[in-house]
């Protein structure tokens, strides 16, 4: 569908409901919860960056459930629209990790060699 080949503000929730799927979801608030997470992951990221204090269980937490309620491909998008270019060196690691994307999509990426330990740790 046309309307959804670039996300924006306009469109972004649009998006996102409707891929959504979360079979025991009772209400519109658990849906917002959800879509918080994508805030809640780049405050992460930024606090890495920052500080250099890397909260991976708590990423991958986050990543997983948005992955699961939203799918691969949706998850996927959401995420390159709400995140900033300088993420992507930590979350392209995760991603690997997950098995979401391959090594291949963000091949200009340098992954982050610390959070690729940690995650080797995992």
Known sequence: MKLFETL???VFTLFAARHYYSPTCIDAEEFYEDLKRFKYIKRLLNRYLDNGKLSE???MNH???IFNVFGHDAGLKMLEYKLEPRHWTVVKPFLIYLKVQLNTKYSNVISDKNVVDQLRNF
């Open 8 to 10: 924006n503000e306009d």
């Open 63 to 65: 990543l997983v459930i």
């Open 57 to 59: 269980r708590l990423i």
